[in-house]
């Protein structure tokens, strides 16, 4: 079976937060650049491989301090992540017939990054 993994040097744009209360040009912004990022990022590795049809996703965030972190939002904040993987050709879809939630992981680190691990089932 086959495996992604992408590294970000970044954490989810603020502005995809559940929390986030700005204008809504500024969030369709952030949903453009976020996922035209990880659509060049996974292209890069996958150059032009058949999607996957069925696929697990996992992300890990790495945060440089200690204050409690909601899982969730970070997960909703995400979302335009697996659009770009879709854009890409990477997933087939994000539907829940052809991908399916891994684990989330917030992790105390040095650096602020994120990866994002996907399995082909």
Partial sequence: MRKL????NHLPFPELSLNARH?????????????EEIGWLAK????DDKPMMKARISYRFYVKDKRRRDANNFLASVKSWSDGLIDAGV???DDTKHLVLGGVEVIPSDVEQST???EEL
């Fill in 23 to 35: 204008h809504w040009a500024v969030k369709a912004r952030a949903v453009k650049a976020s996922r």
């Fill in 116 to 118: 994002i691990t996907i």
């Fill in 44 to 47: 890069a590795q996958w150059h």
């Fill in 91 to 93: 997933l087939w879809d």
């Fill in 5 to 8: 993994t992408i590294e970000v």
